[in-house]
């Protein structure tokens, strides 16, 4: 059975500074990963999607994927309190289906 | 807003009744799921359509029964329904349902069975 994990408790990080997340995951075969914001009460937002080897920039966003070490990672630059949320890593299955395993989430709390 | 909708938003039941969730993308899309998101658990998939074809079912109890009748509509059907499945119930939708496409999900129903 897939398995994703994310370890981390709580980041608590101050305004301005970097966040960074990570994720493992168990199929080796993957192929695609995503991240998701998901607000207290709210429904998941997709906010990064990477598929190959290395890094993926979309604003203050980065995401890092490591095939061969099975992880991958997540950076917020430039914190602001409207980041403060739970980040879901999602990671598809071998063979390119689109059957997403989540892992539990890591929240994160901007101080202002 | 992502164009994926959800109705009701909030849903109280007893066990007894039945009632419907409603889910319609706007997105043009090809696939559409149900999860269920219960506290300190990850999102767990429940069906999978593709062009209105069930094409997975995850051991979902038959008290959930799934309907889907055209490709921008998903209906789940809650009958007889137990406490333990009060839950953030959320409908996604993607491009197709092979291939490395994004999910897109709606607002979700939020579920308290009595």
């Known amino acids: 059975q897939k398995e994703v994990e994310q370890n981390s408790g709580p980041l608590s990080v101050p305004e301005g500074a970097i966040a960074s997340l990570n994720c493992t995951y168990s199929?080796?075969?993957?192929?695609?990963f995503f991240w998701y914001r998901q607000y207290s009460g709210k429904s998941p937002e997709l906010i990064m999607s990477?598929?190959?080897?290395g890094d993926k920039e979309d604003g203050r966003f980065t995401a890092q994927l490591n095939k061969a070490s099975q992880y991958v990672s997540l950076l917020i630059r430039d914190s602001q309190p409207s980041d403060s949320a739970t980040y879901l890593c999602a990671v598809n299955e071998e063979g390119g289906n689109n059957r997403l395993a989540f892992g539990k989430g890591n929240q994160v709390v901007v101080i202002p | 807003e992502t164009g994926v909708t959800q109705t009701p938003r909030h849903l109280v039941m007893g066990m007894t009744n039945k009632k419907s969730l409603k889910c319609e993308q706007h997105?043009?899309?090809?696939?559409m799921y149900w999860y269920k998101q219960s506290a300190k658990k990850p999102l767990e998939l429940m069906f999978v359509?593709?062009?209105?074809?069930?094409?997975e079912n995850n051991s979902v109890p038959s008290r959930f029964s799934p309907e889907c009748p055209n490709s921008s509509h998903l209906f789940l059907h809650l009958h007889t329904l137990q406490p333990e499945d009060s839950a953030l119930y959320l409908c996604?939708?993607?491009?197709?349902?092979?291939?490395?496409?994004?999910?897109?999900f709606g607002p979700g129903t939020r579920l308290t069975v009595t």
């Open positions: 199929d080796r075969g993957s192929q695609s």
């Open positions: 996604a939708s993607s491009q197709e349902v092979v291939g490395s496409n994004e999910q897109y």
């Open positions: 997105l043009g899309h090809n696939a």
């Open positions: 359509y593709s062009l209105e074809e069930r094409v």
């Open positions: 990477i598929y190959s080897n």
